[in-house]
């Protein structure tokens, strides 16, 4: 998915300032962002308490929408740089088109991984013939200075390990929890995982004392180390932790996103993530003048164009509030 938000704000992200070294229990309230007319949706990362999370610096969850009359998901052909954009789905479907010739449909609980490197563009649609619910959430990883600049790519990975206890069925996106590993590529020590919980569980995840820790709830009524979750919301836990109390009041689905603290210091803007202002402004004149991000072929409609530069240059700095 694209930042269709045309205001599009700049976010200085990164560097230690405020990783929280202890275990705290911080709730994010979301931001609604309109996407297009008619969808809208609820942005948790960047988020005005906090930036990132780990790796983790991209966070939308939209749906469930009912689509059964409307075209759904339709957003035209985008660049990328400088990040992983993870797709992830507990209902409907995606075509996910690209300019390294991918064309894949992306269906619940697959992994849909692209890695831009230093340059890809996409579009994302509803297939014309779609299922009735939409629901989702849309997700970004910030690439290391050392790996920005690598060939984009696409993965897809329908068959992800399982970690099961009993109450909770966790699907490994990326990174891995309790000795099981996802097959998608990852730069930075990071995990990403789907928590689907039964009425009445009660369990305990194992966690790496080293990472933060967010948990954003997709559905159901669930508790996160005490505190209840509605869908929509992400509780950022810091770091220092060894294990994480979940306990669900209805049938839940949360995602477990965290990883080692992302030192590097950025700057995101629109779709791309830089180092400096001069990144930014070169990717944007760059998608502007139809060089270096290549073309994504079959969408049916013109690509977006990129929001005008804010008027004061954008520089690096540490995670700010
Ligand atoms: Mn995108």
């Not at 990362?45 to 749906?63: E, Q």
């Not at 689907?196 to 080293?210: K, N």
Request: net charge negative; charged share 25%; aromatic share 6%.
């Amino acid at each position: 998915m694209s930042n269709l938000d045309r205001e599009a704000v700049p976010a200085l992200c990164g560097g230690r300032g405020f990783v929280v070294a202890e275990p705290v229990r911080e709730l994010l309230s979301p931001r609604r962002v309109k996407l297009g007319e008619s969808s809208e949706v609820r942005r948790l990362l960047p988020n005005l308490g906090r930036r990132m999370v780990g790796a983790w610096c991209f966070v939308d969850h939209y749906g469930p929408d009912d689509i059964a009359e409307e075209p759904g998901m339709q957003v035209p052909p985008h660049p990328h740089m400088g990040l992983q954009t993870v797709s992830w789905l507990h209902e409907g479907e995606v075509l996910h088109r690209d300019s390294t010739g991918s064309l894949q449909t992306i269906r619940p609980r697959e992994l849909g991984l692209m890695t831009s490197g230093r340059a890809i563009s996409h579009s994302e649609e509803s297939p014309k013939s779609h299922a009735r619910f939409l629901h989702g959430a849309q997700l970004w990883v910030a690439l290391p200075d050392g790996d920005r600049h690598t060939d984009p790519r696409f993965e897809h990975h329908s068959e992800l390990p399982v970690v099961t206890a009993p109450g909770l069925k966790a699907t490994i996106v990326l990174g891995g929890v309790d000795g099981a590993a996802s097959p998608g590529t990852t730069f930075t020590p990071i995990v990403g995982a789907d928590l689907a919980l039964a009425q009445g569980a009660d369990v305990r995840l194992p966690l790496e004392p080293d990472f933060e820790y967010a948990v954003l709830s997709m559905s159901g009524e669930a508790h996160v180390d005490g505190v209840p979750l509605l869908p929509g919301s992400m509780l950022y836990l810091g770091c220092g932790r060894t294990e994480l109390p979940l306990r669900a009041e209805s049938d839940a689905a949360l995602m477990l996103l965290g990883g080692e603290p992302f030192e590097e210091e950025l700057v995101m803007w629109w779709n791309f993530i830089g180092r400096s202002s001069e990144d930014i402004a070169q990717a944007r004149s760059d998608w502007m003048a139809g060089t270096r991000f290549g073309e994504v072929k079959g969408y049916d409609g013109n690509r977006l164009l990129a929001p005008e530069l804010p008027a004061v240059p954008l520089k690096a700095r540490g995670r700010m509030r």
